[in-house]
């Protein structure tokens, strides 16, 4: 038995899987985001994002890039990660046959807006084993201060 029905020479599901790809290469991801502030399936790269008392904390999942190649940049509030993914599956080789592509390649774009209380001046960032790992530190929250009557 075939381990997938997606894999089976000639197979009618393959077909559709195949059609499904390439329309998803020519027109982007055709599925619809399933929350409010969620992205549609397949976005890349995929993030988590949080914040600690002291900073805002953005990771990206990009394994297998070069961190030169990834570009990090904060302009008012805005987070933008962007870079590309080279294919690694020859183009021009006619002797090559893909049955399965599902590591996307090309360029990518994220965007993450911030909370107004980040400090641009204190930004960090640091590649590892594929994550990315943005720090902004956030600003200290005033304290409240007692007046005095007279």
Do not use: C, W
């Not at 999942?61 to 990660?81: A, E, H, M, T, W």
């Not at 641009?120 to 304290?143: F, H, M």
């Amino acid at each position: 038995m075939y381990a997938s029905l997606l894999n089976h020479p000639g197979s009618l599901f393959g077909h559709f899987e195949r059609l499904r790809r390439e329309l998803d290469d020519v027109f982007g991801a055709a599925s619809l985001p399933s929350a409010i502030r969620s992205v549609a399936s397949g976005t890349l790269p995929a993030l988590n994002v949080g914040r600690t008392p002291s900073s805002v904390e953005v990771y990206a999942f990009v394994p297998g890039l070069d961190p030169s190649k990834i570009d990090v940049d904060l302009d008012r509030g805005i987070l933008r990660i962007s870079g590309e993914r080279a294919s690694s599956i020859p183009q021009n080789d006619s002797s090559v046959q893909v049955y399965a592509r599902e590591r996307r390649n090309g360029a990518f774009s994220r965007t993450v807006s911030l909370p107004d209380d980040i400090d641009p001046e204190k930004v960090s960032a640091s590649y590892r084993d594929g994550v990315l790992q943005v720090s902004i530190a956030r600003k200290e929250a005033p304290q409240p201060t007692r007046i005095a009557i007279h």
